[in-house]
T-cell receptor, first 115, second 110 residues
Framework: DTAVSQTPKYLVTQMGNDKSIKCEQN?????MYWYKQDSKKFLKIMFS???????INETVPNRFSPKSPDKAHLNLHINSLELGDSAVYFCASSQRSDTGENGYTFGSGTRLTVV | GNSVTQMEGPVTLSEEAFLTINCTYT??????LFWYVQYPGEGLQLLLK?????DKGSNKGFEATYRKETTSFHLEKGSVQVSDSAVYFCALNGGFKTIFGAGTRLFVKA
């Protein structure tokens, strides 16, 4: 029973293409996140949704667009992919967004390679 | 703004050695503090947490104490194993989002 599942695990695509990454959690959590991990392992938050409402939108190019059809799903669509978008993208979820004291549950990541 | 600084790696130890990975933070208010572990090819897993000053988080032989006076949350383990080889992230949450340190890679040799 995977708690936070992301698909696909690997994604290789050409510059200029549009691609989507899907995320689903079966933990009943209210809040979901997208993080980007670069080649040096540095993690940066991109977006957060609480009960389908966008609550965090960091400085991310508008080529990146999150969508949350319900509180168990958070997808990430990327338009006009660039070489610099190559990274590992992690989805995560948590019980509550305001206190943050419960920690996050992460998916296993999607390794995106733009060629 | 909030930030987390942890010691640079890699840290290389022999099996059964004592481990310390330093972590200090800057935050307004009273954040919750965490250590996460990332094994190769996997996502991050919550290792331990502490939500208020002087709390000690512990799990799988790892410990860390929330020290408000020194703004620190150092990770320790008395005797590491080869299976502990991974990247360790210190993190804080002051509300709404978690900020991660840069990660410290640990290698444990048999």
């Amino acid at each position: 029973d995977t708690a936070v599942s992301q698909t696909p695990k690997y994604l290789v695509t050409q510059m200029g293409n549009d691609k989507s990454i899907k995320c689903e959690q079966n933990l009943g959590h209210d809040t979901m996140y997208w993080y980007k991990q670069d080649s040096k392992k540095f993690l940066k938050i991109m977006f957060s949704y609480n009960n389908k409402e966008l609550i965090i939108n960091e400085t991310v190019p508008n080529r990146f667009s999150p969508k949350s059809p319900d509180k168990a799903h958070l997808n990430l669509h990327i338009n006009s992919l660039e070489l610099g978008d190559s990274a590992v993208y992690f989805c995560a979820s948590s019980q509550r967004s305001d206190t943050g004291e419960n920690g996050y549950t992460f998916g296993s990541g999607t390794r995106l390679t733009v060629v | 703004g909030n930030s987390v600084t942890q010691m640079e790696g890699p840290v290389t130890l022999s099996e059964e050695a004592f481990l310390t990975i330093n972590c200090t933070y800057t935050a307004t208010g009273y954040p919750s503090l965490f250590w996460y572990v990332q094994y190769p090819g996997e996502g991050l897993q919550l290792l331990l947490k502490a939500t208020k000053a002087d709390d000690k988080g512990s799990n799988k032989g790892f410990e860390a104490t929330y020290r408000k006076e020194t703004t620190s949350f150092h990770l320790e383990k008395g005797s590491v194993q080869v299976s502990d080889s991974a990247v360790y992230f210190c993190a804080l949450n002051g509300g709404f989002k978690t900020i991660f340190g840069a990660g410290t890679r640990l290698f444990v040799k048999a």
